[in-house]
């Protein structure tokens, strides 16, 4: 490490030790290297990848570490995001849900603040949905299977059953033509 003494000089005027900051305060920047930039790429990556699933299916727990995540970003790399971006990771995270009373009001408030609506504020969206998810919640009806769901789960299991009486009926005859 450098040494302080180094660095000083007498006051002609007081005859005092005087110590030179600037010359001192350059010797630790270039020993430390301040400009080094912590690397966010992690958080941006959670930030892009945020879904409802990923967070129980619980909306207030999805916007809360969704905020915690931006937040972070922001501090370790300000002026990086605008204000709208949080908005869009918290739309995409909330389109991800299997509740079509949900999706839907998601839409709506979504299209709300595309078209540049002065009162839907990100406090709004949030709380908005958050209240829309407790409501659900309360009701007994937010993690139930919609009705298109059942159909296309169904639809699926008759497509697997088609399938796997094909490969029978295709190993049948390939066992009868040899």
């Given at each position: 490490?450098?040494?302080?003494?180094c660095?000083?000089?007498?006051?002609n005027?007081?005859?005092?030790?005087?110590?030179?900051?600037?010359?001192?305060?350059k010797?630790?920047?270039?020993d430390?290297?301040p400009?080094?930039?912590?690397?966010?790429q992690?958080?941006?990556?959670?930030?892009?990848?945020?879904s409802?699933q990923?967070?129980?299916n619980n909306t207030?727990?999805?916007?809360?570490?969704?905020?915690?995540?931006?937040k972070?970003?922001?501090?370790?790399?300000?002026g990086t995001?605008?204000?709208?971006c949080?908005?869009?990771?918290?739309?995409?995270?909330?389109?991800?849900?299997t509740n079509?009373s949900?999706?839907?009001?998601?839409?709506?408030?979504?299209?709300?603040?595309?078209?540049?609506d002065p009162?839907?504020?990100?406090?709004?969206v949030?709380?908005?949905?958050?209240?829309k998810?407790?409501?659900?919640?309360?009701?007994?009806?937010?993690?139930?299977?919609?009705?298109?769901?059942?159909?296309?789960?169904?639809?699926?299991?008759a497509?697997?059953?088609?399938?796997k009486?094909?490969?029978?009926l295709?190993t049948?005859?390939?066992?009868k033509?040899?």
């Amino acid at each position: 490490m450098v040494e302080f003494d180094c660095f000083t000089f007498i006051d002609n005027t007081s005859r005092d030790d005087i110590g030179d900051g600037v010359l001192f305060l350059k010797m630790i920047l270039d020993d430390i290297k301040p400009s080094t930039v912590i690397n966010v790429q992690d958080l941006e990556d959670k930030l892009a990848n945020v879904s409802l699933q990923k967070h129980d299916n619980n909306t207030q727990t999805c916007t809360r570490e969704t905020e915690k995540v931006f937040k972070k970003i922001k501090r370790f790399k300000p002026g990086t995001y605008d204000k709208n971006c949080f908005p869009t990771q918290f739309f995409q995270a909330t389109e991800t849900t299997t509740n079509e009373s949900f999706e839907w009001t998601v839409e709506v408030i979504k299209d709300e603040w595309i078209m540049g609506d002065p009162t839907c504020t990100i406090q709004y969206v949030i709380l908005t949905l958050n209240t829309k998810f407790r409501n659900l919640n309360r009701a007994g009806i937010w993690n139930k299977t919609s009705e298109k769901e059942t159909k296309i789960i169904a639809l699926m299991t008759a497509l697997n059953d088609q399938k796997k009486k094909f490969k029978e009926l295709e190993t049948e005859v390939n066992a009868k033509s040899t």
